[in-house]
Each structure stands twice: as C-alpha cells, then as structure tokens.
C-alpha cells in the first residue's frame, strides 16, 4: 500500500479549488510526512487551481477532468474513485465537511467496505495506526476512532484545522489517469440555480452572524446582511427561521444543517437550542445578543449583550465602520 493520503479536492465549480483545501492538504501533509496528494473530479480544471494544490502541499495532483463529473452526481463520482483507489491503493482519504463531500466520501468509503470517520476535528497518528477525533451527541463528546482496515476515510470540519502555508512556485506531478465513468442512473428533472448572495459562503467565512426567531421575519435579515457587509461575515440562521421560510436550508446552521466553525459567531435573538450548538459550538469566539437574560446561548457565549437586536445591530453596524474606516 502506499502511503499517500488523498485529499478530495472541493472547488467552486468554476475550476477553483476552495480555500478549505488549504487545511486539508495541510493536515494530509503533516499526518503523512509530505505525502499528500489532491484528487480532483472536476468538469473543468484551471491551471491557477492546479497550481494553488501544489502550492499548498500537494505532492501529485490526480485530476480526473470529464464533462460527466458536473452537475455532481455521487454515483459518478464514486465509481471512478473507487477504481481509482483499488490501483492507487491510498492509505487515507480526506475531505473537507461540505454538502457533497459529505455524500460523496460516506459512499465511497461503502464502495472500498471501510469506516468513514465523520466531521473530524483532529487527527493524531497513533505508531501507524491514524486516529481521528469527532464530536458526539451533538457536540457534547468527543470520540477518538480508528479504523480496522486502510484506506482510513474521513471527512473534516472547516476552519479547525491550521491551514498549510502556501509555498509559491512549489510545483506538483499531475497525472491524468483515465477511468470509465458509469451511466447516471439519475437524472435531473428539475434545476434550481442559487442566487449568490454576495457574502462569503456560511461554512467558510471566518465570521458568522446567525439570525433566529428573534428576527422576527425575513425582512428583517437586511440589517444582518448590512453588517455582513461591513465586516466581511456569512448570514446564517436558526432552523426556527428556516422553518418559518425566512431563510433557505442551506443557510440553516445546526444538527441537521451546516457545521461551522468561523473565527466569530455573533448569534442576534438566536435562543441556544442544543441542536443549534451542535452547529457552531467550535466556534473560537461566540457572542450572543438576546433579549432574554436567561436565554440558554450566553451559557456558552463569550461576550453577551443583553438588549433588542434591532436597536443592538445598527449601533454595532455602525461602529464597526467607524473602525474599519480609521
Ligand atoms: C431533531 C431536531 C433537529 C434540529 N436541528 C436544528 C438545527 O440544525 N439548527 C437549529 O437552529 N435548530 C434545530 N432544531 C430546533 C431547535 O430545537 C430550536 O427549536 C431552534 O434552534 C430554535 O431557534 P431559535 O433560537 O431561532 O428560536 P427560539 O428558541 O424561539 O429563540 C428565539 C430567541 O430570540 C430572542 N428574541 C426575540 N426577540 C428578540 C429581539 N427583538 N432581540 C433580541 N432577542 C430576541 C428570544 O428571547 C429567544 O431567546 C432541531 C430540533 C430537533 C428536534
């Protein structure tokens, strides 16, 4: 077998690998010794993506470029993996936590009849067997796994791991294996574009500014939006205000919506539901304003203001320009 630990490359669909790679390929490289190596399923590769996975460690980029790989189908895409993996033979197999990554690796890892380590926040390597940290019941555990056979599958939560430095000019082996790619058994009847809303995407911004029922309705979100925008941060929401049709899913943080761990969370009228922490409770610093003295979210919170949101938000709307303007 050998020794390399594959990351799966997540990209923006336009040919550009996402930043997200950067921890991966950096926790790959350091648990490995410098073996990492990208593996990237793409409809369109770039040469700045290409280069930016070596640039951040990579050894060898595997890319599999093939019109059939978009839209994203996991059938496709595992079965070309998995042939992929039976002649690469890979020791690991990492991918950053995103909606199809999630998917995509939980099927491969079925395909290869090995364990798949979920939403890992760590990795230690234990003589050479790997373990991997994750959090349980929704967070309120953490478990330290192994697996009992190579290759060792795991997904890992964004902004947890240190990012590798990027080495310009380091340059990587890319290697064009091809590999058949079956007929999709799916086929899409329906097509939905998302409207971009401008602001970085929830699970990789490094601030988060969540809106729950506090908010009372969705348009109220603007004032949110309106300090996303000064201070750079992703809006999300509680599921109370996904429920209600305020928000789309996708902005859903929680239990059965995006994990995210921003340098920030500011939660605004957010009450601190368990399944909601499950979500964001890595958060590094979290601040809470609620109205409600004992809601449950300044248990956890750092800093808490105690007060309406909506007369809260536009005086620290703007006093973060005041600062950022000096
Ligand atoms: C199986 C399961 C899975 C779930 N998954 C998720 C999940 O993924 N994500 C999730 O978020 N929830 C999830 N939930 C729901 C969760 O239990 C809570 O119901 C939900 O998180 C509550 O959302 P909220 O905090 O916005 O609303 P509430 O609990 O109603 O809290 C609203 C808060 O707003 C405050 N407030 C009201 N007006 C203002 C104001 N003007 N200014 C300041 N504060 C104000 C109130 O004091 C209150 O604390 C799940 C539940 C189940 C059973």
Same mark, same amino acid.
């Given at each position: 077998?050998?020794?390399?630990?594959?990351?799966?490359?997540?990209?923006?669909?336009?040919?550009?690998?996402?930043?997200?790679?950067?921890?991966?390929?950096?926790?790959?490289?350091?648990?490995?010794?410098?073996?990492?190596?990208?593996?990237?399923?793409?409809?369109?590769?770039?040469?700045?993506?290409?280069?930016?996975?070596?640039?951040? *460690?990579?050894?060898?980029?595997?890319?599999?470029?093939?019109?059939?790989?978009?839209?994203?189908?996991?059938?496709?895409?595992?079965? +070309?993996?998995?042939?992929?993996? %039976?002649?690469?033979?890979?020791?690991?197999?990492?991918?950053?936590?995103?909606?199809?990554?999630?998917?995509?690796?939980?099927?491969?890892?079925?395909?290869? *009849?090995?364990?798949?380590?979920?939403?890992?926040?760590?990795?230690?390597?234990?003589?050479?067997?790997?373990?991997?940290?994750?959090?349980?019941?929704?967070?309120?555990?953490?478990?330290?796994?192994?697996?009992?056979?190579?290759?060792?599958?795991?997904?890992?939560?964004?902004?947890?791991?240190?990012? %590798?430095?990027?080495?310009?000019?380091?340059?990587?082996?890319?290697?064009?294996?091809?590999?058949?790619?079956?007929?999709?058994?799916?086929?899409?009847?329906?097509?939905?574009?998302?409207?971009?809303?401008?602001?970085?995407?929830?699970?990789?911004?490094?601030?988060?500014?969540?809106?729950?029922?506090?908010?009372?309705?969705?348009?109220?979100?603007?004032?949110?939006?309106?300090? +996303?925008?000064?201070?750079?941060?992703?809006?999300?929401?509680?599921?109370?205000?996904?429920?209600? *049709?305020?928000?789309?899913?996708?902005?859903?943080?929680?239990?059965?919506?995006?994990?995210?761990?921003?340098?920030?969370?500011?939660?605004?009228?957010?009450?601190?539901?368990?399944?909601?922490?499950? *979500?964001?409770?890595?958060?590094?610093?979290?601040?809470?304003?609620?109205?409600? +003295?004992?809601?449950?979210?300044?248990?956890?919170?750092?800093?808490?203001?105690?007060?309406?949101?909506?007369?809260?938000?536009?005086?620290?709307?703007?006093?973060?320009?005041?600062?950022?303007?000096?």
């Amino acid at each position: 077998m050998a020794n390399a630990f594959w990351c799966i490359v997540e990209d923006d669909r336009q040919g550009t690998p996402k930043k997200v790679m950067a921890e991966v390929i950096g926790e790959a490289a350091r648990l490995s010794s410098g073996q990492a190596e990208a593996v990237w399923f793409t409809d369109k590769a770039t040469e700045a993506g290409l280069k930016q996975l070596a640039e951040w *460690g990579a050894n060898k980029v595997w890319l599999i470029e093939n019109a059939a790989f978009a839209p994203y189908r996991s059938e496709i895409w595992t079965g +070309a993996a998995a042939e992929l993996a %039976a002649k690469a033979t890979p020791r690991a197999i990492l991918a950053p936590v995103t909606s199809r990554q999630r998917e995509f690796v939980a099927r491969l890892a079925a395909r290869l *009849g090995v364990g798949l380590a979920a939403d890992c926040v760590a990795f230690a390597m234990d003589g050479d067997k790997l373990v991997a940290t994750r959090p349980v019941y929704a967070g309120k555990l953490l478990a330290k796994v192994t697996w009992a056979k190579a290759p060792w599958v795991a997904t890992l939560r964004p902004n947890v791991f240190r990012p %590798a430095d990027a080495q310009p000019g380091r340059v990587a082996t890319v290697e064009r294996p091809s590999v058949a790619t079956t007929v999709a058994q799916m086929r899409f009847v329906e097509r939905r574009e998302e409207v971009s809303t401008g602001l970085p995407e929830l699970t990789e911004a490094e601030i988060v500014l969540s809106g729950g029922r506090g908010m009372k309705g969705p348009e109220h979100y603007v004032i949110l939006e309106d300090m +996303a925008r000064v201070i750079g941060a992703a809006v999300g929401a509680s599921r109370a205000a996904v429920d209600a *049709g305020w928000r789309p899913h996708r902005f859903q943080i929680g239990q059965t919506g995006r994990t995210i761990s921003p340098k920030l969370y500011m939660g605004f009228g957010v009450s601190g539901a368990i399944q909601h922490l499950a *979500g964001m409770r890595t958060s590094k610093v979290i601040v809470a304003v609620n109205k409600d +003295a004992e809601a449950p979210i300044f248990k956890i919170a750092d800093y808490g203001i105690v007060g309406d949101l909506f007369e809260v938000v536009p005086e620290l709307t703007k006093e973060f320009k005041k600062l950022l303007e000096k």
